[in-house]
Nanobody, 124 residues
């Protein structure tokens, strides 16, 4: 059983930064792509970013390009989401998830394990 635990959320003013972390249990972290998603109240879950198993390939939703950076440290079984220039519309619960394949992909297909989320609130 794989467990994913997110951390790093919080309250930040618009224009500020946060770095989310997602720690994964298990020995196979480096074999799978990882992704970040978010869900705002009353809205559907939205893909934010994904990264390949090796970390060499990434994908982003358009609203995150240029502001967010996904990265991973396979030695620490951890994936990160660095969020800069935050906007009030980035307010949501952020989830990490593990894909069933090593390739980064756009969208929510192919994710098997999910964390419980960390809240990000951006004040105007």
């Amino acid at each position: 059983q794989v467990q994913l635990v997110e951390s790093g959320g919080g309250l930040v003013q618009a224009g500020g930064s946060l770095r989310l972390s997602c720690a994964a249990s298990g020995r196979t972290f480096s074999a799978y792509a990882m992704g970040w998603f978010r869900q705002a109240p009353g809205k559907e879950r939205e893909f934010v970013a994904s990264i390949s198993a090796s970390g060499s390939s990434t994908q982003y939703v358009d609203s995150a390009k240029g502001r967010f950076t996904i990265s991973r440290d396979n030695a620490k079984n951890t994936v990160y989401l660095q969020m800069n220039s935050l906007k009030p519309e980035d307010t949501a619960t952020y989830y990490c998830a593990r894909r069933t394949v090593p390739f980064a992909g756009w969208g929510s297909d192919g994710y098997e394990y999910w964390g419980q989320g960390t809240q990000v609130t951006v004040s105007s």
